[in-house]
Antibody, heavy 121, light 110 residues
Framework: QVQLVQSGAEVKKPGASVKVSCKAS????????MHWVRQAPGQGLEWMGI????????SYAQKLQGRVTMTRDTSTSTVYMELSSLRSEDTAVYYC??????????????WGQGTLVTVSS | QSALTQPASVSGSPGQSITISCTGT?????????VSWYQQHPGKAPKLMIY???NRPSGVSNRFSGSKSGNTASLTISGLQAEDEADYYC??????????FGGGAKLTVL
């Protein structure tokens, strides 16, 4: 069965960077796109970007361009999301989510457990 | 890319049907048949309920259905049950491998 296991909670100071990992299992890692979605406390879902684990190609939300980087390691079936120049508004639960089928137009379907990132001085 | 527009809250009694709307533009909802719907209970990850406008993933109850007309998509839940009380989000593909979510709608089962 599809499993996505994310790294643990992080506390960062404003201006710092954070890197969240998402280890996939139960399917062919390179066949399905991976989304990153975040949710600030008490707020809605925000799409951050997508990575193609096969070739590493990415697309990011315009709002986060220049601050977010998504990468993958095919040897460990892991995707990473790094967010830099953190500010308090970046405090949120960060989710990785695999597409339902093997296309860039597939909606996020299988979700990790979420990683809480807290930005505080 | 602006968030899709959903009502902040909807409510219904057990056994009734409710519909949640999701309004976008011709650049997202109206331009692609890639609208999806999610259910989220407090403290849990979202769960995919509908993909590609009207398709249900395996295991999702047929009480949940989706449709689209122009720039507005809709999620209908029939035979409302207490466990349906949750937040519901729509999402749409916007082209160039990008997506956008709606602001979310809180469903209360009276």
């Amino acid at each position: 069965q599809v499993q996505l296991v994310q790294s643990g909670a992080e506390v960062k100071k404003p201006g710092a960077s954070v890197k969240v990992s998402c280890k996939a299992s139960g399917y062919t890692f390179t066949s399905y796109y991976m989304h990153w979605v975040r949710q600030a406390p008490g707020q809605g879902l925000e799409w951050m970007g997508i990575i193609n684990p096969s070739g590493g190609g990415t697309s990011y939300a315009q709002k986060l361009q220049g601050r977010v980087t998504m990468t993958r390691d095919t040897s460990t079936s892991t995707v990473y999301m790094e967010l830099s120049s953190l500010r308090s508004e970046d405090t949120a639960v960060y989710y990785c989510a695999r597409g339902y089928y093997d296309s860039r137009t597939s909606a996020p379907a299988f979700w990790g457990q979420g990683t809480l990132v807290t930005v505080s001085s | 890319q602006s968030a899709l527009t959903q009502p902040a809250s909807v409510s219904g009694s057990p056994g009734q049907s409710i519909t949640i709307s999701c309004t976008g533009t011709s650049s997202d909802v109206g331009g692609y048949n890639y609208v999806s719907w999610y259910q989220q209970h407090p403290g849990k990850a979202p769960k995919l309920m509908i993909y590609d406008v009207s398709n249900r993933p395996s295991g999702v109850s047929n009480r949940f259905s989706g449709s689209k007309s122009g720039n507005t998509a809709s999620l209908t839940i029939s035979g409302l049950q207490a466990e349906d009380e949750a937040d519901y989000y729509c999402s749409s593909y916007t082209g160039s491998s990008s997506w956008v979510f709606g602001g979310g709608a809180k469903l209360t089962v009276l």
